[in-house]
């Protein structure tokens, strides 16, 4: 039979802990696509707006492909492995700890009547929870909670190349199977579409307004292309 001394954080906040985790990496995930796509497209439509053959655009593009991947890896490996090492020297346990003890019974007492539970059992959980053997053992999970969510650097490079190589991969294959004639206009469409469909996902996982977040990211996208395309063909006519 568990004590009163035996709850820590309440069951809700871990499940809402985990759920947010779940959707910062799908969140992340859109990004890293949304990046592939925008940043591809607008290599492969800057080359071709030169002029340039098929080939030229291609191998551009592969390389923008290549390049971008390694980049996000080694971004999201940086990134990751310093939060790791501030969880390991002791900062997120410091702060687990600070905010443990900055919770008073009254608050703590608000929060499970705030649940349903009776006024009495309310104020004794919350006196058992103020305890400083029992503070100490909240923090411990609280920490054990935030050393949860760091994961591992390798694991984050990954996602983060893997996201970006499946966006990327839409328009350098619009750009590759359309006809030589319409390659730029059916890369562009193929692009807004998929910028909307990755805004509109976003702005829902987000809870975000998503006709605004779609029309953000859409005409973000156009202009990255339109600015791609315009260089290359000032480009384009300047060498002939």
């Known amino acids: 039979m568990s004590t009163a001394a035996d709850l820590a954080l309440p069951a809700t906040e871990h499940d809402d802990a985990t759920s947010a985790a779940r959707l910062n990496w799908l969140r992340a995930g859109l990004l890293g696509a949304n990046?592939?796509?925008v940043s591809v497209a607008a290599v492969l439509v800057?080359?071709?707006?030169?002029?340039?053959?098929?080939g030229p655009v291609l191998a551009a593009g592969t390389a923008a492909l290549v390049g971008g991947a390694v980049s996000m890896a080694l971004g999201e490996y940086v990134s990751v492995s310093g939060a790791r090492d501030a969880q390991r020297t002791g900062q997120a346990a410091h702060q687990a700890q600070l905010e443990a003890e900055s919770e008073d019974q009254a608050t703590i007492a608000a929060h499970y009547r705030g649940l349903g539970v009776s006024d009495d059992v309310a104020e004794t959980v919350a006196a058992e929870l103020v305890r400083p053997e029992v503070r100490?053992?909240?923090?411990?999970?609280?920490?054990?909670?935030?050393?949860?969510e760091v994961v591992s650097p390798w694991r984050a490079a990954w996602v983060s190349a893997?996201?970006?190589?499946?966006?990327?991969?839409l328009p350098f294959l619009a750009m590759l199977l359309a006809p030589a004639s319409s390659q730029i206009l059916v890369t562009v469409v193929a692009v807004l579409i998929a910028l909307a469909v990755t805004g509109t996902t976003g702005a829902t996982l987000g809870g975000a307004?998503?006709?605004?977040?779609t029309i953000r990211v859409v005409l973000g996208g156009a202009l990255a292309l339109a600015a791609t395309y315009g260089a290359g063909t000032?480009?384009?006519?300047?060498?002939s």
Not at 136 to 148: K, P, S
Not at 162 to 169: D, K
Not at 209 to 213: K, L, N, V
Request: without cysteine; neutral net charge.
């Open 46 to 54: 800057g080359v071709a707006g030169t002029g340039a053959a098929a």
């Open 35 to 37: 990046d592939g796509i």
């Open 209 to 213: 307004p998503r006709g605004r977040a």
């Open 136 to 148: 100490d053992r909240r923090a411990a999970a609280a920490l054990r909670d935030a050393e949860d």
């Open 162 to 169: 893997a996201t970006f190589t499946v966006g990327a991969a």
């Open 234 to 239: 000032l480009l384009g006519a300047h060498a």
